[in-house]
């Protein structure tokens, strides 16, 4: 699965991924815990960005891996994006039950590069 999907930053500091067919609260679509300052550095530190995003390597993809499946707890995983732009990153984030939905699985990694739109 490869797609781009939309992220934005409301006004009071919250990250949320668009999710226009999404059914339940919205709540459930906020990044936190280490995606939401994730997405202000690939962001260029504005109020959205677009990232084109997919559970198989491509060419100009960082790497997202996961570390800790938590699928029978919290619900989503932890997971460490490595580098940004082929630099050393390092950067830990818990992504939620909401991958799930959007990858159909939760990805062992999950592979993303910026989109400039």
Same mark, same amino acid.
């Given at each position: *699965?490869? =797609?781009?999907?939309?992220f934005y930053k409301t006004a009071d500091g919250k990250?949320?991924?668009?999710?226009?067919?999404? %059914? @339940?609260?919205?709540?459930?679509?906020?990044?936190?815990?280490?995606?939401?300052?994730?997405?202000?550095?690939?962001?260029?530190?504005?109020?959205?960005?677009?990232?084109? *995003?997919? =559970?198989?390597?491509?060419e100009g993809a960082d790497r997202i891996k996961l570390?800790?499946?938590?699928?029978?707890?919290? %619900? @989503?995983?932890?997971?460490?994006?490595?580098?940004?732009?082929?630099?050393?990153?390092?950067?830990?984030?818990?992504?939620?039950?909401?991958?799930?939905?959007?990858?159909?699985k939760l990805p062992k990694a999950i592979f993303i590069?910026?989109?400039?739109?």
């Amino acid at each position: *699965m490869k =797609d781009t999907f939309r992220f934005y930053k409301t006004a009071d500091g919250k990250w949320f991924i668009d999710l226009p067919e999404w %059914g @339940g609260s919205i709540d459930d679509l906020q990044m936190v815990d280490g995606a939401d300052t994730m997405l202000d550095k690939v962001s260029g530190y504005s109020n959205e960005c677009y990232l084109e *995003m997919s =559970d198989e390597q491509f060419e100009g993809a960082d790497r997202i891996k996961l570390v800790q499946d938590l699928t029978n707890t919290i %619900g @989503g995983g932890n997971y460490i994006m490595e580098t940004y732009r082929g630099e050393l990153y390092n950067h830990e984030m818990w992504l939620c039950q909401v991958t799930v939905d959007v990858f159909y699985k939760l990805p062992k990694a999950i592979f993303i590069a910026p989109v400039n739109l």
